[in-house]
Structure formats: structure tokens, C-alpha cells
């Protein structure tokens, strides 16, 4: 069973960046597609981001589409987000989440009820 703990949250002035990090414990974290999903302020859990298990192919919400970039290291366990050109509205909890499943008509699902494990979250503030 992979265990996820995200880190390389904070505060970062709007324009800003900052790369997130989800370490995976475990000998299987090439056998999961991983994808990044955040929570607002007053705001249901929303898809950011996906990668496919070898990290070729990667997929982006359109809000995050072009300032967001989303990558693996299956020998580091690790995949990250690096967010440039930070906005106030991605002020959110960010979470790294793990799915095992194969699809026929996908590679990936952007829904979160897809992904069966999560990390605990860290916290992306923007000031304007």
C-alpha cells in the first residue's frame, strides 16, 4: 500500500511560485497514475492535475492550463507540481492522490472518487 505526504506548501505573493512535492512510501509508485487536486476556501475539491504512471502523458485543468506543470520521479517516489504565475484563486489545499485502476476509454479520470488514496494535504496561500 503507497502512503502519500505532500510538502512545499506556504504564503507566496500573487505572480509567485512555488513547487509542491508528494513523497510516496511503498514499491509500487509506478503502478499509479497520480494526480494533484486542491480545495478552496468554501469550495469543493477540484482536479488540477494528472500523470500517467511513466509520466509521459499529462493532463491540466484549464484554469491551471500553461502556469502549472505536473512531474514524476518513479525513482524518487515522488511526483511534484510547479506553480508559476501564482493567482489569489489558487489560495487552496492541495492534495496528491493515487489511482491504480486501468480505464478502456481514458488513461486517466479527473473525477476524485477514482483515486483511492490521498495524502493529507498542504496548504497554498496567495496574497494579492
Known amino acids: 500500500q503507497v502512503q502519500l505526504v505532500e510538502s512545499g506548501g506556504g504564503l507566496v505573493q500573487a505572480g509567485g511560485s512555488l513547487r509542491l512535492s508528494c513523497a510516496a512510501s511503498?514499491?509500487?509508485?509506478?503502478?499509479?497514475?497520480m494526480g494533484w487536486f486542491r480545495q478552496g476556501p468554501g469550495k469543493e475539491r477540484e482536479f488540477v492535475a494528472v500523470i500517467s504512471r511513466s509520466g509521459d502523458r499529462t493532463y491540466y485543468a484549464d484554469s491551471v492550463k500553461g502556469r502549472f506543470t505536473i512531474s514524476r520521479d518513479n525513482a524518487e517516489n515522488t511526483v511534484y507540481l510547479q506553480m508559476n504565475s501564482l493567482k489569489p484563486e489558487d489560495t487552496a489545499v492541495y492534495y496528491c492522490a493515487a489511482d491504480r485502476s486501468q480505464y478502456s476509454s481514458s488513461w486517466f479520470q479527473k473525477s476524485d472518487r477514482y483515486f483511492e488514496l490521498w495524502g493529507q494535504g498542504t496548504l497554498v496561500t496567495v496574497s494579492s
Open positions: 511503498g514499491r509500487t509508485f509506478n503502478r499509479y497514475t
